[in-house]
């Protein structure tokens, strides 16, 4: 009996110390297969402005005090280069001026023109965009703008177009100045712009260039200030930026999966800025997915034009980025049309209208509206046309014969009175 009670005890021995294990195993083993991702957490940024940008859809993945007014230095050849593209010919062979020899506006990182020394435009870009010369920006603003002043306003005026409304540009080049300011929201949109430029991409996605130069011993090799460029291969632009005041500053672009993100860090302290661009990227490549909100072709509205439906469609795709396990956010889509009065016709694939992409309130992107058939003017609307034509006809020729009238008069009445009042002959 003593031995039956044993052997019962060894089992409930093996059962309690295998229940406990269980215990065990459940509340110290568990929780690290669900512990949290550290990749969800919001990226640590020590600028003090920060932005990520999803490229296709426009809309937020991160943000670190958006709207506070930064000095941006030399990203500010962001837009200095984008003016350069939309307004000059790469082929033009641009001449330095005495503005070289002008400390106030050129110092700090320079190509070393000199007055008189000719270059083409398209090398004068590297410099700008690679090497970040400040004397190849003052060139390039003078030769497109005409002089500096009227430069900055075409800066102001594109950066007010973009959306980019808190920035106020003072220089072409960066260099400090009081009032001289953007913001990262404000230089995400400006670098988003920018660089659906073609040409601007391929500029800044350019490690190194040998630019032509006219003497000897002078900078020729432009290398791109990007060190993110230089580490990591899915990384295609966009520009570096550093001045005492503005300390490091960073705008980069990322292509990976199909997906395109633009980052932005604005007054960093020092190299980390690099690091912080990638966790911030890591961020919105893995805590952010991507998907077509409305395809290539879809209908977005119907208008009437001579009583007859046409269709308003969009040739390419509305992309929606939302973060992982969580509700899609609201699109909202405003149509703007191009012209205020009824159309009586139109043509097959004419723009007649914009889509505004709205996320909430935020204006993300703007795509055209194409007329989905041709409808000829009807035969009242070309009678009408062909009326007023014929009625301004008429009352322009009545015009010109009034003049003719009113001309004659004049000249009869002077002639009238020439032959009543002759002149008298002075005697000598």
């Known amino acids: 009996m003593k031995y039956i009670m044993n052997k019962k005890s060894s089992s409930l021995l093996k059962f309690f110390t295998a229940f406990l294990l ?16 550290p990749s969800a957490k919001e990226p640590q940024i020590r600028g003090e402005g920060a932005y990520l940008i999803d490229v296709l859809s426009g809309q937020t993945l991160f943000m670190k005090n958006p709207d506070k007014p930064l ?12 003016l350069a593209l939309e307004h000059g010919n790469l082929d033009d062979i641009v001449t330095a001026s005495s503005s070289m020899l ?11 023109l000199e007055p008189g020394e000719k270059m083409p435009l398209k090398d004068l870009l590297y410099a700008l965009l690679l090497n970040s010369a400040n004397d190849a920006a003052v060139v390039i ?5 005409g002089n500096l002043p009227k430069f900055v306003e075409m800066m102001n005026k594109r950066a007010l177009e973009i959306g980019a409304s808190e920035t106020h ?14 913001t990262a ?3 995400a949109l400006i670098a988003r712009v920018a660089y659906q430029n073609p040409l601007f991409a391929n500029y800044v996605r350019t490690k190194s260039q040998t630019i032509s130069r006219s003497k000897p011993d002078i900078p020729r090799l432009m290398v791109n200030e990007n060190k993110l460029l230089w580490r990591d291969s899915n990384v295609d632009g966009i520009k570096t930026g550093y001045t005492t005041a503005a300390q490091n500053c960073l705008v980069a672009s990322v292509t990976k999966d199909g997906r395109q993100l633009i980052g932005v860090i604005l007054k960093s302290p020092g190299r980390e800025i690099y690091t912080d661009m990638q966790a911030m990227f890591e961020y919105g490549f893995t805590q952010f997915e991507e998907t077509v909100f409305k395809p290539s072709g879809s209908v977005i509205a119907t208008i009437k034009v001579n009583n007859s439906p046409v269709d308003l469609i969009i040739d390419r795709p ?15 889509l405003c149509v703007i049309p191009t012209s205020s009065s009824p159309l009586s016709s139109v043509q097959a694939d004419q723009i007649v209208a914009h889509v505004e992409v709205l996320d909430g309130n935020k204006l993300v992107n703007t795509l055209p509206l194409k007329s989905s058939r041709t409808i000829s003017p009807s035969l009242v609307s070309r009678l009408r046309l062909n009326y007023i034509s014929w009625l301004q006809g008429f009352i322009l020729l009545g015009v010109v014969i009034l003049l003719l009238i009113s001309q004659k008069k004049y000249a009869d009445r002077r002639w009238r009175r020439q032959i009543q009042h002759p002149r008298r002959r002075e005697s000598n």
Request: hydrophobic letters at 40%; proline letters at 5%.
């Open 22 to 37: 269980t215990i065990l195993i459940l509340f110290n083993v568990a929780p690290n297969a669900f512990a949290e991702d």
């Open 71 to 82: 000095e941006p230095a030399s990203t500010t050849k962001i837009m200095t280069g984008l």
């Open 102 to 112: 002008n400390n106030k506006l050129v110092y700090g990182t320079q190509i070393y």
């Open 141 to 145: 603003a003078e030769h497109v703008g």
């Open 169 to 182: 540009f003072l220089n072409p080049s960066g260099l400090t100045e009081i009032g001289h300011v953007t």
């Open 185 to 187: 929201h404000d230089l």
């Open 318 to 332: 509305i992309y929606m980025t939302q973060k992982l396990h969580e509700q899609s956010p609201v699109l909202n």
